[in-house]
Nanobody, 121 residues
Framework: QVQLVESGGGLVQAGGSLRLSCQASGSISRINTINTMGWYRQAPGKQRELVAT???????NYADSVKGRFTISRDNAKNTVYLQMNSLKPEDTRVYYCNVVMLSVVKIVSWGQGTQVTVSS
């Protein structure tokens, strides 16, 4: 089993910045199969949506709404993925979820518990 622990959410004014972190822990054999790490977000009553992903090789993918403002990175030695969020807007207010995809014989997807990001106008 792999557990994901997120941190870094909170309340910030529009135009401000926050940095989210998500560390994976648990079974070493599972952690060693982590391929893609990413962040998703969800507003109340809405579907969860992609924010950004990063592959094991460092390739990144961003939602159009966050391109140029958010940066995803990962530290494989620490099993941690980060999301640097700059120029935050009120519409970025969501619960943000960490996600990892593990590939071995089967594909396993794990989610964090979510961290609230609130941007005030």
């Amino acid at each position: 089993q792999v557990q994901l622990v997120e941190s870094g959410g909170g309340l910030v004014q529009a135009g401000g910045s926050l940095r989210l972190s998500c560390q994976a822990s648990g079974s070493i054999s599972r952690i060693n199969t982590i391929n893609t790490m990413g962040w998703y977000r969800q507003a109340p009553g809405k579907q969860r949506e992609l924010v950004a992903t990063i592959s094991s090789g460092g390739s990144t993918n961003y939602a159009d709404s966050v391109k140029g403002r958010f940066t995803i990175s990962r530290d494989n030695a620490k099993n941690t993925v980060y999301l640097q969020m700059n120029s935050l807007k009120p519409e970025d207010t969501r619960v943000y979820y960490c996600n990892v995809v593990m590939l071995s014989v089967v594909k396993i997807v794990s989610w964090g518990q979510g961290t609230q990001v609130t941007v005030s106008s």
